[in-house]
């Protein structure tokens, strides 16, 4: 039997504690978790809470209580103190990146509370029956939308990015067979560059989405190119990426920037997003011409 992180009955007395699942590797709020087999409820398990149960209340004095009641249940983002009478409660980082790494999740990862409701009686009191990173298969958990990581991600992808400008030197777009040219990237006003904060709202939640650099890769157009590498290059004489031409023609140079990613949910801390993408800038020709020397008789 695998071991559960989350005991069933009134466990909502008291401090609320995140309880990650175990599959989820990695600094949490400054804890680091150890590697182990995700124990919250498994896909098949939140399919399979029952949606009636044995009546678990005290019925009213002549009141035909039936074999089996109706459960109501009630999903709550695993934060804080978030319990099953927090009206949308604590949304946090740590619950919505927990289930990443388990198997067809959407997560975030949350608690399950569950209650009976007998007509004409107050419902029962709410009892947590697990933790799952399966919310919306929990009975009703489809009209219970959650912010999601998959939500921040794709919302992410969609940020307008900057792209790379690049720049050459010699300037004017030609330079010279075996002269060494300079390459520098620059950041245009249109997009996001790195650092650069974008807010969106996803489910009424304030997310603010930091693109993040990686990498830089220039092309030259000869078949080479230099990256991926944290260098944004520069002008002559201090620019370390340059290249030399050896034949006279016409290429067509670029560069690109590999981006990652951080978010921030309602002003809490920054946290990684997983995935990378790749935006290239605009190409430009470059002509490379030879010289030709020759004595003058002054």
């Known amino acids: 039997m695998r071991p559960r992180i989350a005991s069933t009955g009134c466990a909502f007395l008291g401090l609320w504690l995140l309880a990650l699942p175990a599959a989820h590797a990695g600094k949490v709020d400054g804890a680091v978790k150890e590697e182990a087999i995700y124990n919250g409820l498994s896909r098949t398990e939140t399919q399979e809470l029952p949606s009636v149960g044995d009546y678990e209340g005290s019925a009213k004095a002549g009141t035909k209580v039936p074999a089996k009641v109706p459960y109501e249940y009630n999903t709550v983002m695993a934060c804080g103190q978030n319990g099953p009478n927090s009206d949308g409660g604590l949304v946090c980082s740590p619950a919505l990146t927990a289930c990443e790494n388990v198997p067809d999740a959407n997560g975030p990862y949350v608690r399950v509370f569950r209650r009976q409701v007998f007509p004409g009686q107050e419902p029962t009191g709410w009892r947590q029956v697990g933790t799952t990173c399966y919310p919306e298969l929990v009975p009703g958990g489809a009209s219970r939308p959650q912010l999601t990581l998959a939500m921040i991600r794709d919302a992410w992808s969609k940020t307008p990015f900057a792209k790379p400008a690049l720049r050459t030197q010699p300037v004017g777009g030609r330079t010279l067979v075996t002269l060494p040219t300079y390459f520098e990237i620059s950041w245009p ?45 520069g002008p002559y004489p201090t620019g370390d990426i340059t290249h030399k031409y050896d034949k006279a023609g016409t290429v067509t140079v670029s560069a690109s920037t590999v981006y990652g990613g951080e978010f921030s949910v309602n002003g809490g801390a920054y946290v990684p997003i997983p995935g990378t993408a790749t935006v290239a800038g605009p190409s430009q020709q470059l002509t490379i011409v030879t010289a030709k020397n020759r004595l003058v008789n002054e």
């Open 189 to 233: 006003s249109d997009g996001f560059q790195p650092d650069e904060v974008r807010t969106v709202t996803l489910l009424g939640q304030q997310v603010r989405i930091k693109p993040t650099f990686k990498s830089n890769n220039f092309v030259f157009g000869d078949g080479t190119s230099s990256g991926p590498t944290s260098s944004f290059g």
